[in-house]
Every structure is written in structure tokens, then in C-alpha cells.
T-cell receptor, first 114, second 116 residues
């Protein structure tokens, strides 16, 4: 167990809809990253939040946005869903002082876009 | 841009045997971290082992060890005394702590099956 939880476990949406995925990190983990893992692929970095500010972003369009809250929870929002957004979405958190930069992953949310 | 390549999409090994998973990466950085993560069917990504690039000594964690060849940009994972619970996807990952806000760059993974 990593102490990182995600909700919901599974979600089905239709093209054009909006979705919010949630992540709850361990206390003291003030850095959270989100990854998209398409079927049969490795995870791809979406963005990272540190102390409630976005401080890094991968090659994802602006319709992917996020929020981080003071209680170590965070959200990933995706607008105007497309079929290719179907994937496993993982959040990962780490404490501010991490000697090995280890990220602790949640179990993921499986999003299906029809 | 950094890249990570895992050239073995699938591998299988008999229980109690040893297996080696390959990983190569490309970077111009001298200071970085390398990781092997395990993702079982439960989907939870679990850290198996990590290596700091400045350390010449290969990391070991119980039955898991790495062969880190910095000049060749190679980072293979050896699993000794394979167990049925080792069946999972294994991902090699790279992190440049100074450049990309510490995000992980993953390979495509190797599906390992341990057979009884």
C-alpha cells in the first residue's frame, strides 16, 4: 500500500463530456503528478503540482487541467472528451524532501470514452 | 529529450529461475535517477528498485538487482528465484531531477509471466 488513493475506480463517459478524477495523497506529500497510461503503453506525464501551483506539464492540450488542495488531495479535469482519452489515469505523490525522488502511485482510475 | 526503451514486450520464466529484463535510455544529463516499477493486474505501480546515476555500485533489493552501465546507458533488472507473485508488467523509468520538475519517463514495459 502506498497511501495514495484515487476515485472513482472506473468511469464511463461519452465523447464531448467533461470528467473529474480525484486523488488523495499522504500527509506531507506536497508534490503530485498525473500520468495517462494507454492500453499496452507506459504511463505518460500529464502535469505536476507543487504547493497548489502547476510547475510542469507534458505534451497534453489545455483541456487537461488540474487542481491541488491544501489537504493533499488533487483533481484532474478533462474537458471535451475524445475517444483517445480512454486510458488508466494514475496520480503519484512525493514528499518535499525525498532523497530518492521516489513517487508513490495510486491504483488509478480507468476512464472509458464511448 | 530523454527516452526509455524496453525491447522485450513479453518474457516468461519458470518458478525459482532467474530472469533479466532489459532497458536502455538516452540522455545528455550526468545526474539522474533510474527506477524499475512493477504493475500487477491490480494496476498499482510499485517501486521495485532505484539507482542514482552517480553511484557506481549496482543497487540490490533482496531478489532484485540491477546491472547499471552508465556509459552504455543500460539499466537491466535481474530477478532471482522468481516467484509466482512476480508476474506483472515491469516498467523502466528515468528521472532528471533538475530539468523536468522530476517527472518520470517510462518505457513501454515488459510483461513477465512466472510459470509454475
Amino acid at each position: 500500500e502506498t497511501g495514495v488513493t484515487q476515485s472513482p475506480t472506473h468511469l464511463i463517459k461519452t465523447r464531448g463530456q467533461q470528467v473529474t478524477l480525484r486523488c488523495s495523497s499522504q500527509s506531507g506529500h506536497n508534490t503530485v503528478s498525473w500520468y495517462q497510461q494507454a492500453l499496452g503503453q507506459g504511463p505518460q506525464f500529464i502535469f505536476q503540482y507543487y504547493r497548489e501551483e502547476e510547475n510542469g506539464r507534458g505534451n497534453f492540450p489545455p483541456r487537461f487541467s488540474g487542481l491541488q488542495f491544501p489537504n493533499y488531495s488533487s483533481e484532474l479535469n478533462v474537458n471535451a472528451l475524445e475517444l483517445d482519452d480512454s486510458a488508466l489515469y494514475l496520480c503519484a505523490s512525493r514528499p518535499e524532501r525525498s532523497s530518492y525522488n521516489e513517487q508513490f502511485f495510486g491504483p488509478g482510475t480507468r476512464l472509458t470514452v464511448l | 529529450a530523454q527516452t526509455v526503451t524496453q525491447s522485450q514486450p513479453e518474457m516468461s520464466v519458470q518458478e525459482a529461475e532467474t530472469v533479466t529484463l532489459s532497458c536502455t535510455y538516452d540522455t545528455s544529463e550526468s545526474n539522474y535517477y533510474l527506477f524499475w516499477y512493477k504493475q500487477p493486474p491490480s494496476r498499482q505501480m510499485i517501486l521495485v528498485i532505484r539507482q542514482e546515476a552517480y553511484k557506481q555500485q549496482n543497487a540490490t533489493e533482496n531478489r532484485f538487482s540491477v546491472n547499471f552501465q552508465k556509459a552504455a546507458k543500460s539499466f537491466s533488472l535481474k530477478i532471482s528465484d522468481s516467484q509466482l507473485g512476480d508476474t506483472a508488467m515491469y516498467f523502466c523509468a528515468f528521472m532528471d531531477p533538475g530539468g523536468s520538475q522530476g517527472n518520470l519517463i517510462f518505457g513501454k514495459g515488459t510483461k513477465l509471466s512466472v510459470k509454475p
